[in-house]
C-alpha cells in the first residue's frame, strides 16, 4: 500500500535561515495538498500540486511537486516568527482518494 | 459566513460517560470529516461522509459513531468514554471528497 513520510519530524532555526519539509511517496501520487497549522489552532491549507515538476510560490514559501509526482517540498526563505507552526503534506489516499494528513513537521523559529 | 462551527470547545468526561461532539458548516459542502489529534500523532481520520446520506470508516473509528444529520451537519458521538479518547476533533468539510479541506476549530476533549 501507499506510504508517506515526512521528514523532520522537528526543526529549530534562528529567525532568517531558511526551513525545508519533504513528503516522500512510495507510490505516485495524483496530487498533494499542503497545510498549516498553528500552536494551539486548525489546520489551514495553504496549496494544492497536481502536475509533474509544479512549483508554486506564495511569498516566501515554494511549494514543489517531483518529476516523478512521488514526492513534493515546501520551503520557507528566510524564516520569521509567524512561520511557526506544524506543516502537513496530505497525499490522497489510495483507495478512498480523500486528502490524508501525516504527522507533519513543527517548525520552531528562534528570535 | 462562520465557516465551520464545533461545539463545545473544551469538555471533561468520565471514564464511562457519553457525548455527541457537533459541527456544522454553512459553505454547502458535500464532504465532512471527522479527526483526532493526539501529540506526535498527526491528524487520523475517524470517519467521513461523501456526500449527505453516507457515511464511511476512516483510519481509527473504533469507540467512535457518526451521524450526518443533513447537509449541514455532522456529529460524532462517544458511547462510553475511556481515557484513550483524550485528544482534540476537529471536523472538517470540502466541497467534494478530493477537495480542499475546510477545519473547525476542534474540541478538546478530556477523559478522566
Known amino acids: 500500500g501507499q506510504q508517506v513520510m515526512q521528514i523532520p519530524q522537528y526543526q529549530h532555526v534562528q529567525e532568517g535561515e531558511d526551513f525545508t519539509t519533504y513528503c516522500n511517496s512510495s507510490t505516485t501520487l495524483s496530487n498533494i495538498q499542503w497545510y498549516k497549522q498553528r500552536p494551539g489552532g486548525h489546520p489551514v491549507f495553504l496549496i494544492q500540486?497536481?502536475?509533474?515538476?509544479e512549483v508554486k510560490k506564495q511569498k516566501r514559501l515554494t511549494f514543489q511537486f517531483g518529476e516523478a509526482k512521488k514526492n513534493s517540498s515546501l520551503h520557507i526563505t528566510a524564516t520569521q516568527t509567524t512561520d511557526v507552526g506544524t506543516y502537513f503534506c496530505a497525499p490522497p489516499s489510495g483507495g478512498s482518494y480523500i486528502p490524508t494528513f501525516g504527522r507533519g513537521t513543527s517548525l520552531i523559529v528562534h528570535p | 459566513n462562520a465557516g465551520v462551527t464545533q461545539t463545545p470547545k473544551f469538555q471533561v468526561l468520565k471514564t464511562g460517560q457519553s457525548m455527541t461532539l457537533q459541527c456544522a458548516q454553512d459553505m454547502n459542502h458535500n464532504s465532512m470529516y471527522w479527526y483526532r489529534q493526539d501529540p506526535g500523532m498527526g491528524l487520523r481520520l475517524i470517519y467521513y461522509?461523501?456526500?449527505?446520506?453516507?457515511?464511511d470508516k476512516g483510519e481509527v473509528p473504533n469507540g467512535y459513531n457518526v451521524s450526518r444529520l443533513n447537509k449541514r451537519e455532522f456529529s460524532l458521538r462517544l458511547e462510553s468514554a475511556a481515557p484513550s479518547q483524550t485528544s482534540v476533533y476537529f471536523c472538517?468539510?470540502?466541497?467534494?471528497?478530493?477537495?480542499?479541506?475546510?477545519f473547525g476549530p476542534g474540541t478538546r476533549l478530556t477523559v478522566l
Open positions: 500540486l497536481v502536475k509533474s515538476g
Open positions: 472538517a468539510s470540502s466541497e467534494a471528497y478530493k477537495d480542499t479541506q475546510y
Open positions: 461522509s461523501a456526500s449527505e446520506g453516507t457515511t
